[in-house]
């Protein structure tokens, strides 16, 4: 329906689902539309690249510090559907260039932040000033993305989520896992 959502649900859940499946379905309906996935350690970035690349529906790049600039710059000239990043690379490379990802912004369709609860404390009071210039980057460009945050183990979800993204999301709690 377009609303902004935080799912809350256990570890092993299906959480990435909850994204992945809406983006690709985007993907089909609309080969230009794109993905913003933000995850706090690269591992988590490599599991859900390989993950992504297996459905073969569009493309996807990783944008991290371990991309060479020369990499970054073909990156940046020609963006995937998806593109998976930190809040770091966010700062420092495609804020810092943000007029040059005006197609990406404006057909941006999902921002994904992961595993919100890593972003608490000072480094969280920065990746919130982070995800506001980037909103207001992308709504300049003239993009309307909907906003999808995970975490297992966070309280106050909703309050936190608002907090670190600027915006009201609807709470998806229960899972279907077998775990339950």
């Known amino acids: 329906q377009g609303k902004n ?37 690269n ?3 490599n599991d859900q690249y390989d993950k992504l690349v297996e459905f073969e529906i569009g493309t996807v790049a990783k944008y991290d510090g371990s991309v060479k600039s020369h990499q970054k710059k073909m ?13 770091d690379q966010i700062h420092h490379s495609i804020l810092r260039t943000y007029s040059e ?10 921002i994904v932040i992961d595993e919100i609860h890593h972003y608490k404390g000072f480094f969280g009071s920065n990746v919130s000033n982070i995800l506001f210039r980037l909103r207001e980057a992308v709504k300049k460009a003239g993009g309307t993305p909907q906003i999808i945050c995970t975490s297992a183990t ?9 907090e ?17």
């Open 101 to 110: 990802w005006t197609d990406f912004f404006k057909n941006l369709k999902f």
């Open 75 to 87: 990156i940046r000239d020609n963006p995937p559907n998806a593109l998976l990043t930190n809040p």
């Open 43 to 45: 591992a988590l970035t």
């Open 154 to 162: 966070i309280k106050n979800a909703k309050y936190f989520a608002k």
């Open 5 to 41: 959502v935080l799912i809350t649900t256990p570890t092993a859940s299906g959480k990435s689902y909850g994204y992945v499946l809406p983006f690709l379905e985007a993907v089909k309906a609309d080969p230009q539309a794109n993905g913003l996935f933000i995850f706090p350690m």
């Open 164 to 180: 670190l993204a600027w915006v009201d999301f609807e709470e998806v709690n229960s899972s279907g896992s077998r775990s339950e």
